[in-house]
């Protein structure tokens, strides 16, 4: 099943605006602000989360200031202080034109990221329905909202990891859904599944999708996820692997699953870090 080329003049200025937004667009070649509370703890900062607490009690803080690169920002290479998605700009119009097929070729099934930070890639998925006015359609929200799993011996490249140990990737709930109240994107078609994957994705009450977008990054959650909601992917859907070339753990398990199950389709690359295929079988 060839890839389709979308057209770059047939695009919507508010879906573009809003990639900008989500992104932190306008902090691009400036200083970022990052909160002390979501910088992780080094020799040179851990000595400081005493005052920056004490601070805090009398409304001030300790931050860091980062320099924010075009390309980092556009290829999502960095981690925003503020911005709701660190997906970077060609990973949002991957998601658009992806959704632009599905909703042209009327293929079935809802659309599902498993593992959101923020919430700015299923913010933008529902901002995709809406302009493209498709009711018929759920946006799954899956996410421990608790940060990532501490490593389990089962899995052995995930001993690599200290993902868990990152305090700028615990995101709860209620921050995600305000996100989504924020720009006035959640209703009934936006449904949540919270806690660990192996908990809640084998179960999950999905019958099709026609979008996977996986996120989770570790090789437990990327395999818990393909074999939990790929044979739910419908043909001519879309899977993206948003980790692939950024952790090797990520891309073993997809490989691995690729293998077992005999999927041969081409694996495209979307930037330096994130791919997708579409499923033909």
Known sequence: MKQKSMDPNNKSPYLELLKKVLIDYDKIGSMEIHPLSIVNPNWKTFFLYPLDKLLRKRNFSLNKLIYVSKEERMEGLDWPANAKTMIGYKRMSNIEDCIRIINEEEIEGDLIETGVWRGGAVMFMKAVLNELNITDKKVWVADSFQGLPKPKKK???????????????????????????????????????????????PNAPIEKLSLLRLDGDLYESTTIALESLYPKLSIGGFIIIDDFNAFQFCKKAVLDYRQANKINEDIIEIDKEAVFWRKEK
Do not use: P
């Open 155 to 201: 899995f052995a490249l995930d001993k690599l990891s200290n993902l868990h140990k990152q305090r700028i990737l615990k995101v709860c709930r209620k921050e995600v859904e305000d996100n989504f109240r924020l720009y006035d994107l959640l209703d009934e078609q936006v449904e949540f599944l919270e806690g660990w994957f192996d908990r809640t994705l």
